[in-house]
C-alpha cells in the first residue's frame, strides 16, 4: 500500500493550493480517504475525510475554506485549499485504513506567509 501526496508550496496569505493524494495497492473507492496536518510543535490534526461513498467532514478550522474530492477512477484524492492563513502551515498527509491499521503516505508541505 503506498499513498502519495503532492501539490504543497509556498503560498500568501489568501492564496490557494491544491493536494493530490494517489494510492496503490488498495481497493481504492472503498476506502474512507483522510487528510491530517502537522505543524511544528503541535500535534496531527484531521484536516478532512471522504468516505467511499463521497459524504465529506470537515475540521472546524478550515470549514469552507478546504475542499475534498476524490477521483475513484484515477485512485486520487485531492484538497482545494483557498483563503490560506499563516496557520495553515503544515506538512500535510493523506491516510487511509488498511487491514487494521492507518497507513500514512509521506508529508507535503505547505507553508503560507508574506
Known amino acids: 500500500v503506498q499513498l502519495q501526496a503532492s501539490g504543497g508550496g509556498f503560498v500568501q496569505p489568501g492564496g490557494s493550493l491544491k493536494l493530490s493524494c494517489k494510492g496503490s495497492g488498495i481497493a481504492f473507492r472503498l476506502n474512507t480517504m483522510r487528510w491530517h496536518r502537522q505543524a511544528p510543535g503541535k500535534q496531527r490534526e484531521l484536516v478532512a475525510d471522504?468516505?467511499?461513498?463521497?459524504?465529506?467532514n470537515y475540521a472546524d478550522s478550515v470549514q469552507g475554506r478546504f475542499t475534498i474530492s476524490r477521483d475513484n477512477a484515477r485512485n486520487t484524492m485531492y484538497l482545494q485549499m483557498n483563503s490560506l492563513k499563516p496557520e495553515d502551515t503544515a506538512s500535510y498527509f493523506c491516510?487511509?485504513?488498511?487491514?487494521?491499521?492507518?497507513?500514512w503516505g509521506q508529508g507535503t508541505q505547505v507553508t503560507v506567509s508574506s
Open positions: 491516510v487511509t485504513y488498511y487491514r487494521g491499521r492507518d497507513v
Open positions: 471522504i468516505i467511499s461513498g463521497g459524504n465529506t
